[in-house]
């Protein structure tokens, strides 16, 4: 069993920047491909970020150039740099670990990270 755990999030003001981190517990965690992504109240929950063990990384389009994701393997942990953030960049943040592809979300999910970009 895999269990994910994100920390981070936070109130911060447009143009500003955030750290998320989602540590995870479990071996699987070694061998899959990890991501990020964010949903806001009556939306579906969308990729943001993902990256696999080999340190490739997939991201939406409205993020590149804005934030960067990696993963530590030794601490288990995978991170998301979020510069330059946009009212548009709130929503909850979760963790997702266990896809072997970067077109599907694997089965674990963290209890999510609240992210509000507002002056």
């Known amino acids: 069993q895999v269990q994910l755990v994100e920390s981070g999030g936070g109130l911060v003001q447009p143009g500003g920047s955030l750290r998320l981190s989602c540590v995870a517990s479990?071996?699987?965690?070694?061998?899959?491909?990890v991501g990020w992504y964010r949903q806001t109240p009556g939306k579906q929950r969308d990729l943001v970020a993902a990256i696999n063990t080999s340190g490739t990384t997939n991201y939406a389009d409205l993020v590149k150039g804005r934030f960067t994701i990696s993963r530590d393997n030794a601490k288990n942990t995978v991170y998301l740099q979020m510069n330059s953030l946009k009212p548009e960049d709130t929503a909850v943040y979760y963790c997702n670990a266990g896809s072997i592809s970067f077109l599907m979300n694997g089965d674990y999910w963290g209890q999510g990270t609240q992210v509000t970009v507002s002056s």
């Open positions: 479990g071996s699987i965690f070694r061998l899959a491909i």
